[in-house]
């Protein structure tokens, strides 16, 4: 069975750095482009970050140049490093397969910057 599990979110002032990470069950994980989403309530998920098997990388127009996805397909892993963080990156940070995400999230991982 698919299992997403994300980690690493917090408290985090303004201007700080968080890294995510995302721990995927499945082998299937490790041969598809994974990416990362995040969600404010009241909204819909949004794309934040993608990387593919040859670890080619896409950034949203928001987080370019700020955050910076990377992935261990030997641990099944995607991480996400954040910095220069801003109360408007505030969400649940979700990792999912992408562009296409598969039908089981993961808990997400709250991000709040806050001073």
């Known amino acids: 069975q698919v299992q997403l599990v994300e980690s690493g979110g917090g408290l985090v002032q303004p201007g700080g750095s968080l890294r995510l990470s995302c721990t995927a069950s499945?082998?299937?994980?490790?041969?598809?482009?994974m990416g990362w989403y995040r969600q404010i309530p009241g909204k819909e998920r949004e794309f934040v970050a993608r990387?593919?098997?040859?670890?080619?990388?896409t950034y949203s127009d928001a987080v370019k140049g700020r955050f910076t996805i990377s992935r261990d397909n030997a641990k099944n892993m995607v991480i996400l490093q954040m910095n220069s963080l801003r109360p408007d990156d505030t969400a649940v940070y979700y990792c999912?397969?992408?562009?296409?995400?598969?039908?089981?999230w993961g808990p997400g991982t709250q991000v709040t910057v806050s001073s």
């Open positions: 999912n397969s992408s562009p296409v995400p598969h039908p089981n």
């Open positions: 499945g082998s299937i994980f490790s041969r598809v482009p």
């Open positions: 990387i593919s098997n040859s670890n080619y990388t």
